[in-house]
């Protein structure tokens, strides 16, 4: 019988991986995923590739892969990150029978993510669990056991925040709500309501008349920023009732400050507007977007700054 062999995605040697390592048995080898600590691993007894072997090498197959990825390629300095952690796990996919790594969990809400499809209807996913946020106390992010089985068949066993646990018959369209499993989106949402102009604060000439300009909500308490502005220049919103709140929000699962949108003020591409048909019913979205209950739902499914309309489709329309 031939040995069983393991690839282990290790970052920084911390008590975890050193944990992990020695329940290991048979053949390992560890890839150096930060490219640091190619002796230390050398000198522990292992084999170890680089993070670059890794992706390019075609001649390595393991029965198992297993460990923690880095999550984002912080290299360019840039806040826009590209994201690691998916591209890792599809790669490892292609080198083992079963793959069992930490991963954020945020690509199991976002609808575009061709990650997401790809798993959920490969058939193969045997288990999603996820992870407390003090699992990783020093790291602002959310995370899950994903693994990956080519011998499973039938549902994913889904293990919640709560500790519940729920079998789901995963497809490309099924969302994964870290606290209640499955998520569907709602027939009547937000996202149709979801508008935005156009107008780029770097873009905005002032004037001595013309339409009120929103450039920022401001904090809490503070007054919304506005100035005036020729309307050729931006007319977005115009004459329209709605709610309005910034583009970015917040990592942390917040939206940012909700506003009701002043009658004939005119908004750019910072803000999104959500009209409504009269005062009444902004004053009421507002209300909404700040209750309890959606602030409880969109910090368990938004992990990014931005608003996008895809985050809304996931919200109940609460206006008839």
């Known amino acids: 019988m031939s040995m069983k062999t393991t690839l282990y995605l290790a970052k920084e040697p911390g008590r975890g991986v050193r944990n992990d390592l020695s329940k290991l048995s048979g053949e390992v080898t560890i890839v150096d995923c930060l490219g640091a600590y190619n002796d230390y691993y050398c000198k522990m007894g292992y084999n170890v590739i680089s993070k670059d072997e890794f992706f390019e090498r075609q001649d390595m197959y393991f029965?198992?892969?297993?460990?923690?990825?880095?999550?984002?390629?912080?290299?360019?300095?840039?806040?826009?990150?590209?994201?690691l952690d998916d591209v890792f796990y599809e790669k490892?996919?292609?080198?083992?029978?079963?793959?069992?790594?930490?991963?954020?969990?945020?690509?199991?809400?976002?609808?575009?993510?061709?990650?997401?499809?790809?798993?959920?209807?490969?058939?193969?996913?045997?288990?999603?669990?996820?992870?407390?946020?003090?699992?990783?106390?020093?790291?602002?992010?959310?995370?899950?056991?994903?693994?990956?089985?080519?011998?499973?068949?039938?549902?994913t066993e889904v293990k919640t925040l709560d500790g519940k646990v729920v079998n789901i018959n995963l497809n490309k369209d099924t969302i994964i709500?870290?606290?209640?499993?499955?998520?569907?989106?709602?027939?009547?949402?937000?996202?149709?309501?979801?508008?935005?102009?156009?107008?780029?604060?770097?873009?905005?000439v002032e004037s001595s008349e013309g339409v009120t300009f929103v450039?920022?909500?401001?904090?809490?308490?503070?007054?919304?920023?506005?100035?005036?502005?020729?309307?050729?220049?931006?007319?977005?919103?115009?004459?329209?009732?709605?709610?309005?709140?910034?583009?970015?929000?917040?990592?942390?699962?917040?939206?940012?400050k909700v506003v009701v949108k002043p009658f004939e003020a005119v908004a750019g591409h910072s803000i999104v507007q959500f009209w409504t048909k009269t005062e009444e019913e902004a004053i009421k979205l507002a209300e909404y977007l700040q209750s309890d209950d959606v602030s409880k739902l969109i910090k368990t499914i938004k992990f990014s700054n931005p608003n996008p309309k895809s985050l809304f489709r996931l919200i109940q329309d609460p206006i008839n």
């Open 63 to 83: 029965n198992v892969t297993i460990g923690n990825p880095p999550y984002s390629d912080t290299s360019s300095g840039s806040t826009n990150t590209k994201g």
């Open 92 to 155: 490892a996919i292609n080198k083992s029978d079963y793959v069992s790594m930490i991963i954020r969990s945020k690509h199991f809400v976002n609808q575009s993510s061709t990650f997401r499809k790809n798993l959920f209807s490969s058939g193969f996913l045997s288990k999603i669990e996820y992870l407390s946020e003090d699992t990783f106390p020093t790291v602002n992010v959310r995370t899950c056991i994903v693994t990956y089985n080519r011998n499973h068949k039938g549902p």
């Open 177 to 204: 709500h870290p606290l209640n499993g499955i998520l569907t989106s709602p027939s009547k949402n937000l996202a149709s309501r979801w508008k935005r102009g156009k107008l780029h604060l770097n873009q905005v």
């Open 215 to 256: 450039k920022a909500l401001g904090r809490k308490d503070d007054d919304i920023e506005t100035c005036t502005i020729d309307p050729s220049l931006e007319s977005f919103g115009y004459k329209k009732h709605g709610v309005m709140i910034p583009n970015m929000g917040t990592a942390d699962g917040r939206i940012g």
